[in-house]
């Protein structure tokens, strides 16, 4: 069982930053893939972000969001920069334990419970 704890969410005006955190319980999170998701209110969980060796990122997020992890502290985290009203949602971060898609959330195996980004229009 991994359990996964998101921080670091909350308000910020267009054109602000962000850094959330995801710590990640397990003496083997250098092996997982890790992802970060988003769901905006009325619609479906997206792919943001995955770490797997290689950097993986949706399109509309490229260049202004960087994904990174420090195994030492079983640690993920998101750099959000630029952001934009359509950044709203509640980010999640995954762990993927299997070599399987990381653009699919439902080839994850462990989440997060989420933590809420607004960014005010």
């Known amino acids: 069982q991994v359990q996964l704890v998101e921080s670091g969410g909350g308000l910020v005006q267009a054109g602000g930053s962000l850094r959330l955190s995801c710590v990640a319980s397990?003496?083997?999170?250098?092996?997982?893939?890790m992802g970060w998701f988003r769901q905006a209110p009325g619609k479906e969980r997206e792919f943001v972000a995955a770490?797997?060796?290689?950097?993986y990122y949706a399109d509309s997020v490229k260049g202004r969001f960087t994904i990174s992890r420090d195994n030492a502290k079983n640690t993920l985290y998101l750099q959000m920069n630029n952001l934009k009203p359509e950044d709203t949602a509640v980010y999640y971060c995954a762990a993927l334990l299997a070599y399987r898609s990381v653009y699919n959330p439902t080839n994850y195996d462990f989440w997060g419970q989420g933590t809420p980004v607004t960014v005010p229009s």
């Open positions: 770490t797997r060796g290689n950097l």
């Open positions: 397990g003496r083997t999170f250098s092996s997982y893939t």
